[in-house]
């Protein structure tokens, strides 16, 4: 029986519209988002010139804490494995980088790489015996580590490389020669300049084949396993380089504060990095800086709100934000984009 031609046309037509259209759409998208980072650029450029030290002092810890909820977001968000301890990697590179400058006078800038190195093997390692558990089971064992490395921090058998209860305080360092910036300014540059390699290296990583292997453990572990897919190998080099990032920003944040004490890397820690990955959007990377914004300055405002009830004030908050952005900044910056795309077309 033959068919009318008319009646292939609308379909043929649709077609052709979306053909076009998915095209237009995706070319719109990588637009916003190039302005996007652009415009983020120039504002993150201009902030020590616009602002006193103090306040260039605290974004500059907000990237620090940006970089670390980077990591656990290709932990977590990219890979589906839940964790409570990446306050004992920031602890772990903050020492590292402590040590080597006021123990082997090693400059500021090598103790990166160092720390990174060491929290790598660390969290790979970690991550070994740690295949067996999953869900609330590998919640319990990163808890556990974040409870027991502020006291492995004070025993008196590493007390001579710790400094104990005492802690280690380090000198800030200086801009090189040649660059008219104080201490503040010079290291806010370069925490954003490491920040920034971080994150392309990291959207560099979700994109390649590896990427897509750790997602594929996320969604169905079984059908990644029955594609060839290493699952052991895959989920401890998640661990290591979760923990290579979560490392680094201990680095960083010990050189920015000059002092390291283990008080300082509580589970509180941990459960701050935590709610800034949820903040931001969980297994979307820009996210990271918003949650690293809500985990530095949330707290401070809920203090100047009421001192005695900071934290009531700070549970409100939250509570109000999970509930006006349940998939975080992530769902937001999406709803926002797309009723753009809405109305430009």
């Known amino acids: 029986m033959a068919v009318p031609v008319e009646s292939t046309l609308p379909s043929t037509a649709t077609d052709a519209v979306q053909t076009v259209e998915m095209p237009r759409v995706a070319r719109r998208g990588g637009s916003i ?10 504002v993150a450029i201009a902030i020590p010139l616009l602002f006193k030290n103090f306040l260039v002092f605290q974004f500059t810890q907000m990237l620090v804490y940006a970089i670390a909820i980077l990591g656990l977001n290709l932990l977590t968000g990219i890979n589906g494995q839940f964790s409570l301890g990446h306050s004992a990697f920031y602890a772990l590179g903050a020492y590292t980088a402590a040590i080597l400058m006021d123990q082997f006078s090693v400059s500021y800038v090598w103790t990166l790489p160092a720390a990174g190195v060491i929290c790598f093997v660390a969290g790979f390692l970690f991550g070994l015996p740690a295949l067996r558990l999953e869900g609330i089971y590998l919640a319990l064992a990163t808890f556990a580590l974040a409870i027991a490395t502020p006291q492995i921090l004070k025993l008196s058998p590493l007390e001579h490389w710790t400094g104990g209860v005492q802690g280690i305080v380090i000198i800030k360092p200086d801009a090189p020669p040649g660059i008219p910036l104080n201490q503040d300014q010079w290291l806010y540059y370069f925490t954003l300049a490491v920040g920034l390699l971080l994150y392309i290296l990291a959207r560099n990583l979700v994109k390649s084949r590896s990427g897509r292997a750790l997602m594929a453990i996320r969604d169905n572990p079984i059908a990644a396993r029955s594609m060839g897919v290493n ?4 989920k401890s080099l998640a661990f290591g380089t979760s923990a290579l990032y979560t490392g680094i920003a201990g680095a960083l944040g010990a050189i920015i504060v000059q002092f390291v004490a ?3 890397f509580t589970l509180v820690l941990s459960i701050a990095f935590l709610v800034g990955l949820v903040v931001g959007g969980v297994g979307w990377l820009p996210g990271a800086i918003f949650g690293g914004a809500f985990v530095l300055f949330v707290p401070n405002i809920a203090e100047g709100v009421s001192k005695g009830l900071s934290g009531a004030v700070y549970g409100v908050i939250l509570i109000l934000l999970i509930y006006l952005m349940p998939t975080g900044a992530a769902g937001f910056v999406r709803s926002v984009l797309s009723r753009i795309e809405r109305a430009r077309s």
């Open 231 to 234: 699952l052991a190998l895959y």
């Open 33 to 42: 988002a190039f302005i996007s980072g652009i415009v983020f650029l120039v």
């Open 262 to 264: 283990p008080d300082s």
